[in-house]
């Protein structure tokens, strides 16, 4: 197993003596001292950063896994689990290692910068065994009901029923963490597809392919565009006769390699990029996106480009897509109209002849262990910061990783929890509930003006702004103009490099004495490995462009006064 990171790291949270300065945020606890008790259902990314982040400020969890090991969605299992989001053999994540690690636990700079679920799953094992979490975690232990103890009112307490090995045990605790995420229910709308059921051939939801091989020599439709659908459609076009990949409204799509060979997210979630869009029209910024993106491959000529704007959908991210389709392997067809016994008859009249149809049409989510506490309808739940349920008497239930980020979703958990975790102790307040409802309302309606409609665009964030929104609460959103004056160099890179995790464990609780160097060695461990050639490396640079390190002293300080100004 690769080494973790070697500067500046927490010690383990194990019973023993430790540094404060290496454990960012921790309250000492004196030994057998009543510690609040938080419940902690789901043991993937989500439920492992909620155990630390409640350890670091002196609670008590207990983590219940329904499963037998940690990892969540991204734990390949050949056959899918039930409750439990499943991947197939070859998922490589999205989100590059820089943008989706951990704030205080980089990612070692060998491991590849888009890496396989494997690679994930070995990340997320030094994780644990690094801050000693897995003691905490009940394995094979399911969450049977969580309701509100009679005198919730005053006390803010839950009774947790679960279940081991057939056997029912009730406990009460001070807080719930849901940290089970939205991808574990299937949506299978087969209403919407007269004929399927008449269909002879075989059909199955993406969350239960596992390997290209089952379609050998097959003609495959895969329906619908998201990253699960062209993923697919491109895997299977190898070994299969032919693919059709059907989309009502076709996609964007972005690449994860970007401009010298850089990571995309790298490129464009930077503070300096975030403030140009709030200058700009969002007309004006999807104009200039668009033609970069056809300056690839014309979307309109790969019968991909769509009727709305690439900012109005959550982004389609494949490299291969436009490889497998130029050279026939993957055809783009409309929507099906319906379904014969052996073909599909499409929206504009032709017909295929197919055997298998994989249905990407995204996931559900809902919640029956919490009994009347929230209530989600078509994929939608009223959440104060997607977290809080606004109308609970006391603030001691909140939702973890419950959104759909622009960007990577692990730093946004980790910060949810430190947000949440301090609401839990009393530390941080929750406003008005009249202000929550507003907040929600707000952020709803926001939504639905920029969005197409679809049932995956009711819990989207973006990246940077929402993280400042969090951190803003928590009170760890980088100082840029007290950078700016105390350490320019770090500045530098804060506004015009890539916004790192690292960045909101500067300041403020939970700060991390590794953060600085951590965030000055990102392009190194980018850089490191791709070097895998025996030659002369180059001398390790910034991420940040020479001509901004000339015109820092003035253009830099403007513009982060006008930055610090804005609202998160």
């Known amino acids: 197993m690769a080494a973790g990171p070697k500067f500046g790291t927490a010690a383990?949270?194990?019973?023993?003596?430790?540094?404060?300065?290496?454990?960012?945020?921790?309250?000492?606890?004196?030994?057998?001292?009543?510690?609040?008790?938080?419940?902690?259902?789901?043991?993937?990314?989500?439920?492992?950063?909620?155990?630390?982040?409640?350890?670091?400020?002196?609670?008590?969890?207990?983590?219940?896994?329904?499963?037998?090991?940690?990892?969540g969605l991204w734990r390949f299992e050949e056959r899918p689990e039930e409750g439990r989001a499943s991947i197939y053999r070859s998922v490589i994540i999205n989100t590059s290692k820089e943008m989706m690690c951990f704030s205080d636990f980089p990612i070692p700079e060998d491991f590849p910068n888009y890496m396989h679920n494997s690679k994930i799953m070995e990340?997320?094992?030094?994780?644990?065994?690094?801050?000693?979490?897995?003691?905490?975690?009940?394995?094979?232990?399911?969450?049977?009901?969580?309701?509100?103890?009679?005198?919730?009112?005053?006390?803010?307490?839950w009774d947790?029923?679960?279940?081991?090995?057939?056997?029912?045990?009730?406990?009460?605790?001070?807080?719930?963490?849901?940290?089970?995420?939205?991808?574990?229910?299937?949506?299978?709308?087969l209403s919407t597809f007269p004929g399927i059921e008449k269909f002879k051939g075989c059909y199955l939801h993406s969350r239960d392919y596992k390997d290209a091989r089952d379609f050998t020599d097959k003609r495959v439709i895969v329906i619908g565009i998201g990253n699960s659908g062209s993923d697919l459609a491109v895997e299977i076009s190898q070994t299969a006769k032919q693919v059709f990949l059907s989309t009502r409204r076709g996609a964007w799509i972005l690449n994860r390699v970007g401009d010298h060979g850089y990571p995309i997210d790298i490129i464009f979630t930077t503070r300096m990029k975030t403030f140009l869009k709030k200058l700009l029209s969002a007309s004006m910024v999807s104009s200039f996106m668009e033609k970069q993106l056809n300056m690839r491959f014309?979307?309109?000529?790969?019968?991909?480009?769509?009727?709305?704007?690439?900012?109005?959908?959550?982004?389609?991210?494949n490299d291969d897509l436009p490889n497998r389709i130029i050279s026939g392997r993957v055809l783009v067809k409309p929507n099906v109209q319906e379904f014969t016994e052996t073909s599909a008859i499409f929206e504009d009249g032709s017909r295929e002849d197919i055997d298998a149809v994989v249905f990407a049409t995204g996931y559900s989510f809902s919640f029956?262990?919490?009994?009347?506490?929230?209530?989600?309808?078509?994929?939608?739940?009223?959440?104060?910061k997607f977290m809080f349920p606004p109308h609970l008497e006391k603030p001691t239930l909140a939702f973890i990783g419950l959104i759909q980020p622009l960007g990577a979703i692990m730093p946004i958990s980790e910060l949810q929890c430190r947000w949440a975790t301090r609401i839990f102790k009393g530390l941080n307040k929750l406003p008005p509930r009249h202000d929550m409802e507003a907040d929600i309302k707000q952020k709803r309606e926001a939504m639905a003006k920029r969005y197409v409609r679809s049932r995956r665009h009711t819990i989207q964030v973006d990246y940077i702004p929402y993280m400042d929104e969090l951190a803003c609460q928590v009170g760890v959103k980088p100082n840029l103009l007290a950078l700016f004056?105390?350490?320019?160099?770090?500045?530098?890179?804060?506004?015009?490099?890539?916004?790192?995790?690292?960045?909101?464990?500067?300041?403020?609780?939970?700060?991390?004495?590794?953060?600085?160097?951590?965030?000055?060695?990102q392009q190194q461990r980018?850089?490191?490995?791709?070097?895998?050639?025996?030659?002369?490396?180059?001398?390790?640079?910034?991420?940040?462009?020479h001509i901004f390190k000339v015109f820092f002293s003035i253009g830099l300080i403007v513009a982060t006064l006008v930055y610090v100004s804005l609202p998160p």
């Open 12 to 71: 383990p949270l194990a019973p023993q003596p430790r540094s404060l300065a290496l454990s960012p945020g921790r309250d000492p606890m004196v030994e057998g001292s009543m510690a609040k008790k938080v419940a902690i259902i789901g043991g993937g990314s989500s439920g492992l950063c909620a155990i630390k982040a409640c350890l670091q400020e002196g609670l008590e969890p207990i983590c219940f896994e329904r499963t037998g090991d940690i990892g």
């Open 123 to 157: 990340y997320f094992r030094m994780y644990a065994q690094h801050f000693d979490l897995l003691r905490h975690i009940r394995f094979r232990t399911s969450v049977c009901r969580v309701s509100k103890r009679p005198d919730f009112a005053a006390t803010g307490q």
């Open 368 to 384: 029956s262990f919490l009994e009347g506490c929230v209530k989600v309808v078509e994929n939608q739940i009223p959440l104060y």
């Open 485 to 521: 004056l105390t350490d320019p160099k770090l500045a530098l890179e804060v506004v015009f490099g890539p916004c790192t995790p690292y960045q909101y464990r500067l300041r403020g609780p939970g700060k991390w004495v590794g953060a600085r160097e951590a965030i000055l060695t």
């Open 160 to 189: 947790v029923v679960t279940e081991s090995e057939g056997k029912q045990e009730a406990a009460v605790f001070d807080g719930v963490l849901v940290c089970t995420g939205h991808h574990t229910e299937a949506h299978l709308p």
């Open 526 to 545: 980018v850089v490191r490995p791709l070097q895998t050639r025996a030659r002369d490396r180059p001398a390790r640079s910034s991420t940040v462009p």
């Open 298 to 317: 014309d979307h309109s000529h790969y019968g991909l480009k769509p009727k709305h704007r690439i900012l109005d959908q959550h982004p389609t991210i």
